[in-house]
């Protein structure tokens, strides 16, 4: 048995083609399980008897179970799922204006191990399957029976350490017949794996890129994320203009304000010289305090004194203002709960 979010349309088009049924077929399935939210072969009526039977035989739905259900003050909310091997992973639902955003998880643990991320504390123990990241999205559509609009690639893992399933998740939530989230309402987060933004650079997807930088030299990066000892900031930055200069798309660098560590006016000045010339916006990141690590995030004050720094020597950035803090579900305070 192979699981229908497996899929990708052209995949399962291939796929019902070479069993001799027709490419259309592919997209009735697609619209019974991401439109009509069927999850049974046996309900989609349009398709021949015979068809339901071959996808009865061969495919079968995966399912997430609820464990626990958070809701934040501010409407954000958080999923706890239970896997089918009994692994929990973390999902988050957030309410803003421009519509609903999600926050997937693409491995269960993080090898990255950066020094000050929740999600790091746990090494990876398995990447999750294409079917476990989609269903991430369409179990929080179907609970709160909102649309989601926007998805970020940024719970727990690194997205480009799981490169291709992350590739098939974006190409079956993008596609029209199926949750229909355009790509530039998606957003994906790497901490900077160099090989893999150049593989992404190919793509030809407009899905947006945000490169987890957080420092504006190597000592000071080397010190919160271990991974710039394999791929220094001089190559990432090289990696990041290249992907501008051929996909002809901004980038987005994000940066946590950490009190004392890389929140002085020399390193917005350095940050800027940096990333001068580059077509991109700084993302300042409230840091989430995690109990397990000696970091604090910068003062109120701090933290506009640097960003009107960047924005004084012509760098576009913006002062996030997170969601979810009061129930662990804002960026980096998610963990695998169970070992
Ligand atoms: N592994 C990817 C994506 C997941 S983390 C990456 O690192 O980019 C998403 C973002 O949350 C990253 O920018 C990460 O550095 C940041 N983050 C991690 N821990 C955090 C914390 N405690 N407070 C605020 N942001 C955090
Ligand atoms: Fe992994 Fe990203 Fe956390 Fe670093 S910040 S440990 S790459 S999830």
Redesign the pocket.
Known sequence: MENIFDFTMSELEDRLITKGYKKFNARQVFEWIYKKKVSRFEDMSNLSKKLREYLINNYDFSTLEVDSHQVSNDGTEKFLFRLEDSNLIETVLMRHDYGNSVCVT?QLG?N?G?S?????LQKKKRDLGTHEIVMQVLKVEQLSKERVSHV??????????NYLATMRFVDIINNPYGLEIGARHIT?????LVPKIREFAEEEKQVNL???L?APNDEIRSRL?KINNTYSIREVIQAARDYVEKTNRRITF?Y?LLDGINDDLKHANQLSDLLRGINCYV?L??????EE?S?R?SSEERSNAFYLQLKRRGINATLRR?KGGDIDA????LRSKKV
């Open positions: 693409t993080c990255i950066c000050f991320c929740a999600s790091g970020v690639v940024m719970g727990i893992g690194e997205p480009f350490d994906i987060s790497t901490s900077g945000a490169i987890s957080h994320m994000e946590i993302n990141i409230r840091y989430n305090y995690v690590f970091y995030g997170e804002a960026c980096g305070q």
